[in-house]
């Protein structure tokens, strides 16, 4: 990868950077993500990763793309998850040689004017870089008290079980340097929901990768309907469970069983 010299223009990239954004049910968003990914990119490209959303996303994606140029669109044949569609539009940028890739939502919760500060981050060495809520400089301008405790409180549990030092474990707007994706197991990686983000950053920090947080404003969705769900929640809960106990106490615990001498 070519890293960025000093001086360089505030909006230009020295890496060649992939957009992944997975959509379902997104047509009302679409067109401005893509329109507003593209400014922000001009030297990157884009890949929708369409879970066969009945509204038509895919199509206006493509009418989009059609328009700005630098986007293609992956159908895929239902709704799998939001991990699943990661993992394919990672291994779609992996296989024609991408040096950064990006994801974010489509319903521009994530501001797309960001995405240079991230891959300029990538550029100066980290592995992986998170766009944080919860870091100094960061924001969640207009979250009511309980939903910003409850956010809260799942990164810090997320933290603590694992034994991570992040301050937004959970944010899904981040870019990897592709060197380091390569060296993941997506194909192992078993979340299907937003408990992906955790296991992503996880795996990254467990083969020694730097990982680096920096700021950005979240804002909600104003358009289209959030795909959260208590199951969603549940199934990150368990898998950090499980993984903390797995890395962390079970361990420890095989480390002091005595060894059989004969």
């Not at 360089?8 to 890496?15: C, F, K, S």
């Not at 507003?36 to 959303?53: N, Q």
């Not at 959030?226 to 106990?245: C, D, Q």
Request: no cysteine.
């Amino acid at each position: 990868m070519v890293r960025a010299p000093l001086g360089r223009a505030p909006n230009v990239v020295a890496v060649r950077p992939l957009v992944v954004i997975p959509t379902y049910n997104e047509a009302e968003n679409v067109a401005d993500v893509l329109t507003r990914a593209r400014a922000a990119l001009p030297d990157g490209e884009v890949l929708v990763v369409d879970d066969a959303s009945p509204d038509g996303t895919a199509d206006l994606a493509e009418a989009v793309g059609r328009d700005v140029g630098g986007v293609s669109v992956l159908r895929r044949h239902g709704k799998a998850g939001l991990g699943p569609a990661y993992r394919a539009g990672f291994e779609w940028g992996l296989e024609r040689g991408f040096d950064v890739i990006v994801e974010m939502d489509a319903d521009l919760s994530h501001d797309p004017a960001s995405l240079p500060d991230l891959i300029r981050a990538v550029e100066r060495g980290a592995d992986l870089v998170i766009g944080s809520r919860y870091v100094p400089g960061g924001a969640v301008p207009g979250w009511p008290k309980r939903r910003l405790a409850l956010s809260r409180a799942g990164n810090w549990y997320a933290a603590t079980a694992l034994g991570i030092r992040l301050s937004d474990a959970t944010g899904g707007f981040r870019a990897f340097d592709a060197a380091m994706l390569r060296k993941l197991d997506l194909e192992g990686a078993n979340t299907y929901g937003y408990g992906f983000q955790i296991e992503m950053a996880y795996s990254v920090i467990r083969l020694g990768g730097t990982v680096v947080e920096v700021p950005i404003t979240f804002r909600d969705r104003v358009r289209g309907q959030s795909k959260m769900s208590l199951a969603i929640v549940g199934e990150a809960i368990r898998l950090v469970t499980w993984w903390g106990l797995r890395d962390r106490v079970l361990t420890r615990l095989r480390r002091r069983q005595p060894v059989d001498p004969r």
